[in-house]
């Protein structure tokens, strides 16, 4: 296992420790059907957490899918440079990261997003983070980024991920996906059909490998929007959308959010990928051309 694909691995045991805590949540309401929409905070909805006067940390800089970006420490999380050593490796607990500069390559990093308000969280002010993201229909979404490689960057790449779901597998019942003629918010449906013949009951609703599929594709046919969302019936059935930005910086990113947001999974798409951007016109407008990270004041 290589580096890059051992830093991939970690932020995916991160993804599911997310997908635990969201499907596990003991709260004893249904969630709503898919067609309802989620209404907005209210204006009056408690914020909490006064932000400190002074807040002093290095900005994270480096070269992320081919482009420069800057970002603050505080909104940021698990970011990951070409040389940087697994956890698991045993240069790890020794390990010194050297001077950042725009040449450095960004791999890997992931951040929290509002669907709500579009907009990042800022770990300064908290506020009801957590009591929010385990509330049913929680609008907090968790943003994965991977700089991509030559195989990411082919037009095929997500065709993959799909492909695999689709192949025979009669050991394996539960994990085979047919194409239904329905549509759900323009997305393609894929299911697993058949009955579990030890419960009696759809496949569907009874393991986690039969969670349903979601596709849309681009204007060649290939997989532009990969999404498999969970069938269960907790306040949070997870969702994880895989898709990829090419206009500028070439990334793919993974989505996790509550199945009762996929009615708005376009919109989620978009403001993921504004804030990636975002991080790139901060480079772009940097007044110096910074060769290390610099501290910065708010």
Not at 191 to 210: A, C, H, L, M, Q
Request: with cysteine.
């Amino acid at each position: 296992m290589t580096l890059i694909q051992m830093n991939r691995l970690i932020f995916r045991l991160l993804l599911l420790f997310s997908v635990i805590s969201l499907s596990a949540c003991p709260q004893p309401s249904k969630y709503p059907k898919e067609k309802s929409k989620i209404n907005p905070l209210p204006p009056n909805y408690k914020v909490g957490g006064a932000l400190p006067p002074v807040y002093d940390a290095p900005d994270i800089i480096g070269t992320l899918g081919g482009a420069r970006v800057r970002m603050v420490d505080y909104t940021v999380q698990d970011v990951m440079y070409a040389d940087t050593p697994s956890p698991f490796a045993k240069e790890w607990g020794d390990y010194q990261a050297p001077p950042r500069t725009y040449d450095s390559k960004i791999t890997s990093m992931g951040f929290y997003m509002n669907h709500n308000t579009g907009k990042i969280r800022d770990t300064r002010n908290d506020g009801d983070f957590y009591e929010e993201e385990n509330q049913p229909a929680s609008p907090w979404v968790l943003v994965g980024i991977d700089s991509n490689n030559e195989i990411m960057n082919r037009p095929d790449f997500l065709d993959t991920f799909l492909n695999r779901d689709l192949e025979e597998k009669p050991e394996l019942p539960s994990y085979h996906y047919v194409k239904i003629s329905e549509t759900l918010y323009g997305l393609q449906q894929y299911i697993v059909p058949g009955t579990d013949p030890k419960t009696g009951k759809p496949y569907r609703f009874e393991n986690f490998e039969s969670d349903d599929l979601f596709i849309a594709r681009d204007k060649s046919g290939h997989v532009r929007s990969y999404i498999k969302c969970s069938n269960k019936d907790v306040p949070n059935p997870p969702c994880r959308h895989r898709f990829k930005l090419m206009n500028g910086i070439q990334v793919t990113i993974d989505l996790l959010y509550s199945r009762q947001r996929l009615y708005d999974w376009q919109k989620l798409e978009k403001q993921s990928a504004d804030i990636i951007l975002g991080f790139t016109h901060t480079a772009e407008n940097d007044p110096v051309n910074i060769q290390s990270s610099s501290n910065r004041s708010k």
